[in-house]
């Protein structure tokens, strides 16, 4: 399996981006793709995830009601719109896949993306 995220860049305070998460390799049937990001110095941080079977969703506290991720089976591609984008956003964002029960953990997804970094000025 790869997945290749794209979309990041420069973008300022208030501002929106939306990341990409393009999947090869596998279908993903039971599996849960998520996003997390790290910022320098900082533990990974679950930011959303997405079942790719029914399409349910859930967010980190700090990204909920300014983040929306989905999902294109048909392109088996992962999305992360960003709006209200704010300077403690700024950070490497990275997907991941795996058949997860606690979709907040790092170490229970198997596959993982080479990340996109996002800064945002203030």
């Known amino acids: 399996v790869q997945l290749q995220a794209s979309g990041g860049g420069l973008v300022q305070a208030g501002g929106s981006l939306r990341l990409s998460c393009a999947a090869s390799g596998r279908t993903f049937g039971t599996y849960t793709l998520a996003w997390f990001r790290q910022a320098p110095g900082e533990e990974r941080e679950f930011v959303a995830s997405?079942?790719?079977?029914?399409?349910?969703?859930y967010y980190g506290p700090s990204v909920r009601g300014r983040f929306t991720v989905a999902r294109d089976s048909g392109r088996n591609t992962m999305f992360l719109q960003m709006n209200s984008l704010r300077p403690d956003d700024t950070a490497v964002y990275y997907c991941?896949?795996?058949?997860?029960?606690?979709?907040?953990?790092?170490?229970?997804?198997?596959?993982w993306g080479q990340g996109t970094q996002v800064t945002v000025s203030s």
């Open positions: 991941a896949a795996g058949v997860v029960d606690q979709v907040v953990v790092p170490g229970n997804y198997n596959e």
């Open positions: 997405i079942s790719w079977s029914d399409g349910s969703t």
